[in-house]
T-cell receptor
Framework: GQNIDQPTEMTATEGAIVQINCTYQ??????LFWYQQHAGEAPTFLSY????GLEEKGRFSSFLSRSKGYSYLLLKELQMKDSASYLC?????????????FGAGTRLAVHP | ETGVTQTPRHLVMGMTNKKSLKCEQH?????MYWYKQSAKKPLELMFV???????ENNSVPSRFSPECPNSSHLFLHLHTLQPEDSALYLC??????????????FGPGTRLTVT
């Protein structure tokens, strides 16, 4: 079966750094996505990793280790507006098509 | 604004009603998706359309019926729903299913309450 695990909730302080972990077990792997979802809003794309290593995009970075089935999202210089849910999603090939499954999301609360 | 719109944003319906959710994308994409998001549960993929053809039905009950008349529009027809069907229904689109790297663009969702 396919499984994605990420912590349910995290808290952090404004200006700090936080790391959100994601582990996955899927039958095949074709890329990992991170999405941000504010309460009551649609998920928005943050990052995509398909090769091992770190992808940096401004204050956000995402890391992937395919051999360990592990990824993390690193948020630096936290701002209050970063309070949101962060969704880890894994893409894999099935039936000739790419499929995408999501983790349950990590709800991050940033405090002053 | 992600280029994907959904209507209505909120819907309350009784178990004997028939209603439809509408999704429209203005991104020139060829793949469209329906997801269900319940509280504290992962996004659940319901249906996938690629170039107007349904490519996936994730064991969704027949009281949910999708329709994709063209690559820009996607509907979800609802009838005789159950209270446990109350959730946020999200539509998404992407370039197509064969593209090596694609991201999905989500609409704002329809908050459905079944009474």
């Amino acid at each position: 079966g396919q499984n994605i695990d990420q912590p349910t909730e995290m808290t952090a302080t404004e200006g700090a750094i936080v790391q959100i972990n994601c582990t996955y077990q899927t039958s095949g792997f074709n890329g990992l996505f991170w999405y941000q979802q504010h309460a009551g809003e649609a998920p928005t794309f943050l990052s995509y990793n398909v090769l091992d290593g770190l992808e940096e995009k401004g204050r956000f970075s995402s890391f992937l280790s395919r051999s360990k089935g592990y990824s993390y999202l690193l948020l630096k210089e936290l701002q209050m507006k970063d309070s949101a849910s962060y969704l880890c999603a894994v893409r894999f090939l099935s039936g000739g098509y790419n499929k995408l499954i999501f983790g349950a999301g990590t709800r991050l609360a940033v405090h002053p | 604004e992600t280029g994907v719109t959904q209507t209505p944003r909120h819907l309350v319906m009784g178990m004997t009603n028939k209603k439809s959710l509408k999704c429209e994308q203005h991104l020139g994409h060829n793949a469209m998706y329906w997801y269900k998001q319940s509280a504290k549960k992962p996004l659940e993929l319901m249906f996938v359309y690629n170039f107007k053809e349904q490519t996936e039905n994730n064991s969704v009950p027949s009281r949910f019926s999708p329709e994709c008349p063209n690559s820009s529009h996607l509907f979800l027809h609802l009838h005789t729903l159950q209270p446990e069907d109350s959730a946020l229904y999200l539509c998404a689109s992407s370039q197509d299913l064969g593209t090596v790297s694609y991201e999905q663009y989500f609409g704002p969702g329809t908050r459905l309450t079944v009474t």
